[in-house]
């Protein structure tokens, strides 16, 4: 009986294949070890336990703010001069977003206002370019709008300067331009 012999880069080549697939192997088995949201083969400090040791739990988001007592009735916008903050109420009381706000120097009277005007764009009193702008009050000879800075700013307005612009994030704006037509009820309470 003839036995023939592999030729060494057959060999070679089989034991390569061989190699590959083991570490494939154990590649698949390590990274089954590893706990989500860790790299695989990353150096990890040895756990140590702590006497005051909880079960992890999610963090839970801040309790939404409540619509203010006595703050109008019917589809309104709720503008709280004390918390810095604006409601979109509908017509059920129920709110539909509430979000902070960054008041200028010179507060609408508390009560009931209306929007009297909405400009899609212009440039505030502090030279920054503002959109979604809803205007609802004067106090003094100054107008009093809802806006948001084209470039996401909020700059503190300067003391020295009369201004009524109440900024707003860019998503709010939006939420407000879309909720407030002329003739919305805008109430500002303490």
Do not use: C
Not at 37 to 51: K, L, M, N, Q, Y
Not at 121 to 147: H, P
């Amino acid at each position: 009986m003839h036995v023939r012999r592999l030729p060494s880069w057959a060999w070679v080549a089989a034991l390569t294949v061989a190699a590959l697939a083991a570490v494939v192997v154990l590649g698949v088995q390590a990274d089954r070890s590893v706990p989500p949201g860790e790299a695989p083969f990353a150096s990890r400090p040895a756990a140590t336990p702590s006497p005051q040791a909880r079960p992890s739990t999610p963090p839970r988001k801040p309790p939404r703010a409540e619509v203010p007592v006595n703050s109008g009735e019917g589809t309104r916008i709720v503008y709280s001069l004390g918390q810095k903050r604006v409601w979109l109420v509908e017509a059920g009381d129920t709110s539909r977003r509430s979000f902070t706000v960054w008041p200028g120097t010179v507060n609408p009277e508390k009560g009931s206002h209306l929007v009297s005007f909405r400009r899609q764009a212009a440039t505030g009193s502090d030279g920054v370019k503002i959109e979604n702008i809803v205007y609802f009050s004067t106090k003094s000879g100054v107008s009093i709008a809802f806006s948001n800075a084209v470039d996401g700013s909020s700059p503190e307005p300067a003391a020295d300067v009369q201004t009524g612009g109440i900024r707003v994030r860019a998503d709010d704006g939006d939420a407000i331009w879309k909720f407030a037509a002329v003739g919305a009820v805008v109430f500002v309470v303490d």
